[in-house]
Nanobody, 115 residues
Framework: QVQLVESGGGLVQAGGSLRLSCAAS????????MGWYRQAPGNERELVAT???????NYVDSVKGRFTISRDNAKNTVFLQMNSVKPEDTAVYYC?????????WGQGTQVTVSS
């Protein structure tokens, strides 16, 4: 089992920055990759960024150059640094961890970008 707890969401003005954190606990060694997804009202949940166990990362095109996913292995924490945010980044952001047999989700944290 893996438990995920997000923090760092809130209200930010367009052009500003925000950093999300996701603390993982439990069977950490079983995790192959972690990522951030988001879901805006009326939309499907979409992948924002992924970081693999080897350190490789990928991003959805809409956030490339603005968002950075990183991790602190000593603290079992993954971060999403969000810069130059836009109103269309407004959504509930979910942390995700994938093992060989199961996907895990955090409870979500709201990010609201005002114009």
């Amino acid at each position: 089992q893996v438990q995920l707890v997000e923090s760092g969401g809130g209200l930010v003005q367009a052009g500003g920055s925000l950093r999300l954190s996701c603390a993982a606990s439990g069977s950490i060694s079983s995790i192959n990759r972690m990522g951030w997804y988001r879901q805006a009202p009326g939309n499907e949940r979409e992948l924002v960024a992924t970081i693999f166990s080897g350190g490789n990362t990928n991003y959805v095109d809409s956030v490339k150059g603005r968002f950075t996913i990183s991790r602190d292995n000593a603290k079992n924490t993954v971060f999403l640094q969000m810069n130059s945010v836009k109103p269309e980044d407004t959504a509930v952001y979910y942390c995700n961890a994938v093992t060989r047999v199961r996907w895990y989700w955090g409870q979500g944290t709201q990010v609201t970008v005002s114009s």
